[in-house]
Structures are given as C-alpha cells and as structure tokens.
C-alpha cells in the first residue's frame, strides 16, 4: 500500500500516516492520534509597542510638572511620536497563525506560519489527511443492504 501525500513544501509535509513540521527539529505527528484540531490566529505583543506605550504613560503622569509652553510642546511632541511608533510596529507586524491540537493527551502546536497562503494549503491538507483517516461508515443506517 502507497502512503498518498496531501502536503508537501519546504517547512511541512502532510501524508495519510504523518504529520510532518520541519523546524529546526523535525517535530513527527501520526496522524490518527490528533484530536481537536483547530486554527489559532494572533499577534504576539511586540517589545516596541510596549515601550511606546510605557512613553505614553510616563508622560502623562509627568505633564503635570510641566510648565512652560516648549516643556508643554515637547511632551506633546513625545506622545505624538510614541502612538506613531506604536501604530506603525503594530501595522507593520506580520499575523502568525497556529495549528494547535491534542495529541496523546498533550496539547501541541503543530504548525506555526505567517504567509496565509502557505498556512491554508497546510491547513486543508491536514484536514484531508484527517478525513481519511476516519473509519469507513456503514451508510448511517439508511440503506438497506
């Protein structure tokens, strides 16, 4: 009997038996012992971002020791470029998107990926190699045989 493969590519390879995630150790998955698979999609917090949001907060609790004009102008000016930084890492920070699931009464991430594209076709791949796997139904019980 042939193993049929339903994903191949450089960090991944999907077969009716395996799992495969190829990071820097190859992480083995069979693929009848997975259970609740799902999709997990985020953004970790970035260090930038919490600085910039620290500036804010620091100069917001300092604007009361402000006071001339240019020191009200110059935390201005500190506050403005810390949301700017904030808002620009946050655009600019690409979404991971996780595979996780229980394996062997363990939970596990599968597979980590932040090009969508790649992420789907591993994804669908999984699932396929999942339906499979299923045991063969013997038509719910609506045809008499």
Known sequence: MSTRTYYRGP???ITDEHFVWRTTSARVFEI???RQVHRVSGKPAHPYAIVAGGAVLLTSVGWAALTTPPAYMLGLLT????GALAVTINRTRSRTWRLEATYRGRDVVL???SDPRVFNQVSRGLRRAMEAARPPTAGYG????
């Open 79 to 82: 506050v403005a470029a810390a």
């Open 111 to 113: 597979y980590t990926q």
């Open 11 to 13: 960090d991944a390879v």
């Open 32 to 34: 009848r012992d997975l």
């Open 142 to 145: 609506l045809v008499v045989t």
